[in-house]
């Protein structure tokens, strides 16, 4: 029995690991970076839905007196200004 010649084939083992888990980190790193690509992409779209149910609180509060006019107004303008 001759041990130290059976070593060779564990470390072809472990480098095809190696490789496996570098191509594998790879495609984590890919799809990560391309789903938040994506996701930004999309943010258009409910930031103009946002401020529409922001303008509707705020109408909201000021008709159950929370607000001033002069703070409607205010708030009002911060989200113009914000689009």
Known sequence: ????????GW????GL???????VLIYVIVRFLSNKSASDDT?????Q?????????LE???ARGEL???????QLRVLE???
């Open 43 to 47: 943010r258009s779209a409910p930031r």
């Open 68 to 74: 001033t006019a002069e703070q409607l107004r205010d």
């Open 49 to 57: 839905a946002d401020s529409a149910s922001a303008r509707r609180i």
């Open 17 to 23: 690991l190696a490789i496996a888990g570098v191509a």
């Open 60 to 62: 909201e509060r000021f």
């Open 1 to 8: 029995m001759m041990w130290g010649n059976g070593s060779m």
């Open 11 to 14: 470390s072809w083992g472990f």
């Open 81 to 83: 200004e914000g689009r």
